[in-house]
């Protein structure tokens, strides 16, 4: 058997054997979300991934698994967002005139310029105003709207990315300020300019002020998940539930020499960690000095704090300035770190060591490299290190158009978005998972059609094998083990051997592309003997793959409506009748059943197959699989569906030699484009074989037929057009044949004519031309024969 290995961010390289504190056992600490705005493609990418995984070690190598999540529900980012949002709801209550609102506004655009695109600000000349920023614009920053960068060289990245936002914002605000629409359209370059009049006036006693903000982002965070079918967390932790846990944890800290408070904060001693024998940023020694990520680390309300001792020595407890959310503390009023809540929180619910911690790539230094300093500080012993955690995972960041996704850039779809207008949910994990989970993701047309293709390919198997499966009779749907004593079959010998390549793949950390293409490669071998064994269907062997590839997807969360251990024939149906009585949930099919039975009675129909079909006793092959406690409405729903496929195609065999040959193909339609197709079955017609019944989502059927209609509307539509177009050309033929070719030259271009009514003078007096006179008298015949057979016709 595989070694189960894993890429681990703290020992770099090929993939280390996975061995968990505990066997069989795993302790898991993830990264969640800081609660302000949309989730993105970026935050599915990092926790669909997370999921696959999670699922994989659960549902694949069986361990026991402990998950926690936290949700950062305060933070610099948050506190700007709430702050904003309460400054802003108060402004709106005032009461202004027309001319302070627009100077309100204008001095807003200008401060917001200033602070982010200064090369907009003239020194000399008109001051900028929303009526000439468009010029200034597209003079100072056009190459970078166009595409380029900054230098004019490379490619744009975060730089690029970060400029267009604050242009887009200035442009938003320019036109909503000359609309005179102020609030609403101009919010965000007014919310920085409020916030630097007015942010003293927040109370950080008043925690509900940030709470009402995250408590409604936290909500559609856990819905866009639960879209995308990933597994609630076993446990989630709260940032603002552990302050109190959080100021202890940094107490021990500073009481062991680890860290010291400066003017009411208290910042980890990076030097004296060291001294103790203890390494620091062990997962990016090469960014420990990177003064940009470090700033970042720290947030954007703490850059004026004061009072370090070494330039990379980071915050474990901050004192707040006004306007931002206070605790108590030993150190007087103040609120934590960002780094400090995940070491308290993971080790409150798993102890003072973990098997795994994972998050974004972008989250490596300095969140994960802090806390793991923080967290080894407050367990190591007196010369003794510290392991906190075992094996770091860093999803690979999604990115577009070469800058990665970023709520703060601005550059990003939200989840919502995605699923409305570009994905389903089953298809955008399929993209992930068709990427390796710590590599990089760039969006692109070509890997969403990747993804489309191998959906496709996947439904339609299930579709086909299924059908096969099932119309083969109770007899061949059973459980199949291929490990027994007889020779496997070709077909269990393709899956014997899909099924090793597959654990070879995921057990080398979680290969995915791989597993993804052993998947595919099983489907087309299966295909291949479905096409080609029509008369000597391996019905068991495909049974066995089929299972085994439901078990699969079911494991990768793509069937959102399956539960462990996966164990059907394709995709589960979402109306799978688990809460109805198996009556209730066959009547639809019953009622068509009866239906089709009464037809044939009414049209006094009969063969000697056909007599034998409508004997046959389904109630009784519905009562057996009742008792065998089956909830599966597809299943228990086959013996009405076979009896219906089965009468319909004797109907079809004997309907060219009947003489209501008429009649019977009616119902034939009405039975497949009708009754069961408003079932969300389809019957595939074979002319050698009996027909396949298919399960298709009723949606799709409806849709289809739709489009069968409207073509046959449009091909009506067109016979119509061109029957009416061959009417109006019979009209004007008859219209014209009426005309006595003695007349049809009497008109002002000629002044003579002979005994014919063929010209002889021009209107001017002169001869007609020889060649003229020649055409004319072709054209006369014609029209003599036309005139003469329209007399005839009309009896004249």
């Known amino acids: 058997m595989a070694q189960l290995k894993v890429f681990n961010s703290l020992q770099p390289g090929a993939p280390v054997p996975f061995e968990p504190l505990e066997q069989g056992k795993v302790s898991w600490y993830a990264c969640g979300p800081t609660v ?71 001095t807003a655009f200008q401060s917001y310029a200033e602070g982010n695109l200064p090369e907009l600000v003239q020194t000399d000349g008109p001051e900028l105003s929303p009526s000439n920023y468009a010029d200034r614009r597209d003079a100072a ?9 900054l230098t004019g060289e490379g490619k744009p990245g975060d730089a690029e990315a970060k400029m267009k936002m604050h242009l887009s914002n200035l442009t938003a605000a320019a036109q909503a300020i000359q609309e005179n629409k102020v609030f609403g359209g101009a919010d965000e370059i007014l919310l920085p300019y409020l916030d ?24 559609q965070f856990m819905e866009d998940m639960d879209n995308l079918n990933v597994l609630r967390p076993d446990y989630i932790t709260r940032v603002t539930s552990y302050v109190p846990q959080i100021a202890k944890f940094v107490e021990k800290i500073v009481e062991k020499g680890f860290a010291y408070e400066a003017d009411g904060s208290v ?112 367990f190591c012993s007196h010369g003794k290190e510290h392991h906190w955690v075992k094996y770091f995972f860093h999803m690979g960041h999604l990115s577009i158009s070469g800058s990665k996704m970023s709520k703060s850039l601005k550059n990003f779809q939200t989840i919502k978005d995605a699923l409305k207008d570009d994905y389903t949910p089953r298809g955008m994990r399929i993209v992930f998972l068709l990427g390796r989970w710590n590599d990089g993701v760039e969006i692109s047309p070509d890997m969403r059609t990747m993804a489309e293709v191998w959906e496709t390919t996947l439904n339609n198997f299930f579709t086909t094998a299924k059908s096969l499966i099932t119309q083969a009779g109770p007899q061949s749907i059973q459980s199949l083990s291929i490990n027994g004593t007889t020779e496997p079959t070709e077909l269990q010998q393709t899956l014997q051997k899909a099924q090793s390549e597959m654990k070879s793949a995921l057990s080398d950390s979680f290969d995915t592309p791989r597993a993804m293409r052993v998947i595919s490669e099983l489907v087309k071998e299966a295909n291949i003997h479905i096409n080609t064994h029509k008369s000597d269907m391996d019905n068991p062997g495909l049974e066995a793959i089929t299972r085994w590839l ?90 009405y569906l076979r009896s219906v496929s089965r009468i319909r195609d004797e109907l079809r065999r004997i309907a060219p030699s009947s003489d209501k040959k008429k009649e019977i193909l009616a119902l034939s339609d009405q039975i497949r484009d009708i009754d069961l197709t408003n079932l969300g079955v389809y019957l595939d017609d074979r002319s050698d074989q009996a027909s396949l019944i298919k399960f298709v989502p009723k949606e799709e059927l409806l849709a289809a037929r739709e489009e069968k209609a409207a073509k046959e509307r449009e091909k009506a539509a067109a016979k119509d057009k061109a029957r009416l177009e061959r009417e109006r050309i019979e009209r004007e033929k008859e219209e014209k044949a009426k005309v006595n070719p003695v007349d049809m030259f009497k008109d002002d271009r000629f002044s003579a ?18 060649s003229a006179l020649k055409k004319m008298q072709k054209e006369w015949q014609k029209q003599d024969q036309v005139h003469q057979a329209w007399k005839a016709k009309s009896g004249l």
């Open 267 to 378: 910042y980890f001693d990076i030097a004296a960690f060291e001294r103790a024998g203890n390494p620091y940023a062990r997962l990016c020694p090469n960014s420990r000095n990177d003064k940009a990520l470090q700033e970042e680390g720290e947030g954007s309300l703490s850059k004026n704090l004061g009072g370090k001792r070494g330039a990379g020595d980071f915050a474990l407890w901050k004192k707040s300035k006004a306007g931002e959310p206070v605790w108590p503390s030993p150190w007087g009023e103040g609120r934590p770190g960002w780094h400090i809540e995940c070491s308290v929180m993971a080790s409150d619910i798993l102890g003072s060591q973990m098997d795994i911690h994972s998050g974004g790539i972008d989250l490596a230094f300095p969140h994960h490299d802090n806390e793991l300093a923080q967290s080894e500080a407050y």
């Open 550 to 639: 439901t078990k699969m997807v079911g494991i990768f969360g793509l069937d959102a409506n399956a539960s462990p251990p996966y164990e059907g024939l394709g995709w589960t149906s979402s109306a799978s009748g688990a809460n109805l009585s198996p009556q209730e949930a066959v009547k639809p099919y019953l009622k068509v059943h009866l239906s089709v039975k009464s037809e044939v009675e009414r049209l006094a129909l009969h063969s000697e197959a056909l007599d034998s079909l409508m004997r046959t006793d389904v109630d009784g092959e519905f009562t057996a699989l009742e008792r065998s406690g089956t909830k599966d409405t597809e299943a228990l729903a086959m013996p």
């Open 196 to 219: 630097s009049l007015y942010k003293d006036s927040i109370d950080g006693k008043d925690h509900s002020i940030f709470t009402k903000v995250t408590q409604y982002w936290e909500a």
């Open 141 to 149: 920053y056009g190459k970078v709207l166009a595409g380029g960068t």
């Open 36 to 106: 302000y705005d949309h989730s993105h493609l970026g935050h599915a990418r990092n926790y669909v991934s997370t999921d696959i995984i999670r699922r994989i070690m659960l549902h694949y190598f069986g361990y026991n698994l402990k998950f926690v999540m936290n949700i950062t529900d305060v933070d610099d980012k948050i506190i700007l967002k709430a702050r904003r949002a309460k400054l802003l709801e108060l402004e709106k209550s005032k009461t202004y005139t027309e001319s302070e609102l627009s100077k309100l506004a204008a």
């Open 753 to 770: 004519w002979d005994e014919k009514g063929i010209p002889t003078k021009t209107k001017e007096g002169e001869d007609v031309t020889k």
